[in-house]
């Protein structure tokens, strides 16, 4: 069996390879000492470790494991996951929407850093407990999935009252634009957090297809922890990447690929 750990701000994502099936698990960061304390009853032969938290772990273990640069590592994971699941792509962008975004352009062997964004999971937990007290992952974002956006954000029809506009009217013109026009409104947390969710998704997408422009492919991957839970953020992403001319890929086990990949390319 081998181990991949791709430990980052957030979370510890683990793949366990086994000759015929693999395993996947998730741990908090917070809880590092726990994964170092299973990892010591193991070969480093068989660990492959990448991500933030990487060297950290190596420090602790009884020996020194595999490191490698976690943005080649979920290139080749992410490479590996497409391919199985369907999806033979020469070229494509990858957008890693982890505690932060990072994106990237992969020609499947290869990728190069082309961008990052703070706007990310870590925004959705950090503005979401500040506009609704909750901390709870699994919590906020069951919330959230409910929420109106409507009163919060300004649409462009919204502007555009008595005329037709130049661009689509359902497209959002302005982010939280709208709750001074709503200034009445009792504000849901169900609903500040879907627009929360609704902002990192624009401009996760927005930032994704100007990439993908600048690089000539039309193919966009999004992977990272911060779909998890969350279909509303993947809805956003999804239904904007395609509105402006592109095509979105979410693979499962997408947040793993950063911890696949390190198991490759020992
Ligand atoms: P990183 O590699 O930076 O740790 P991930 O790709 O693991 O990033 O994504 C982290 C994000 O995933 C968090 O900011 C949060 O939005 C989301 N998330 C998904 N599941 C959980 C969870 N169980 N606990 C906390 N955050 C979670
Ligand atoms: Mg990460």
Redesign the pocket.
């Given at each position: 069996m081998k181990i991949g750990i791709?430990a980052?701000?957030?979370?510890i994502?683990i793949v366990r390879q086994y000759d015929n099936y693999r395993e996947y698990e998730?741990v908090?960061?917070t809880e590092i000492d726990k994964v170092i304390r299973w990892l010591n009853n193991h070969s480093c032969d068989d660990i492959s470790l990448t991500?933030g938290h990487a060297a950290t772990i190596n420090q602790q273990l009884n020996c020194s494991a595999h490191i490698f640069v976690e943005f080649d590592a979920a290139a080749k994971g992410l490479n590996i996951l497409l391919n199985e699941q369907g999806h033979d792509l020469d070229n494509y962008i990858f957008t890693n929407v982890?505690?932060g975004t990072s994106l990237h352009f992969s020609d499947g062997n290869t990728q190069s850093r082309v961008g990052g964004i703070g706007a990310g999971?870590?925004m959705?937990?950090g503005l979401g407990y500040l506009l609704s007290g909750i901390k709870d992952?699994e919590e906020l974002t069951d919330i959230a999935q409910s929420g109106n956006r409507e009163l919060i954000d300004l649409k462009v029809k919204h502007i555009y009252k008595n005329t037709e506009p130049p661009i689509p009217g359902d497209l959002t013109a302005a982010n939280f634009g709208n709750v001074l026009h709503n200034i009445d409104v009792a504000f849901t947390a169900s609903d500040k957090l879907a627009c929360v969710i609704g902002l990192v998704g624009e401009v996760i997408t927005t930032m994704s297809i100007t990439v993908a422009r600048e690089h000539n492919t039309e193919h966009v991957a999004y992977i990272?922890?911060?779909f998890?839970?969350n279909f509303l953020l993947r809805k956003v992403v999804e239904d904007y990447t395609i509105l402006r001319g592109f095509k979105p890929y979410y693979v499962e086990h997408g947040?793993f690929s950063g911890a696949l990949g390190s198991i490759i390319l020992q």
């Open positions: 791709d980052g701000g957030t979370l994502k998730t908090p960061t991500g982890g505690t999971g870590g959705i937990q992952y990272g922890s911060s998890h839970n947040a």
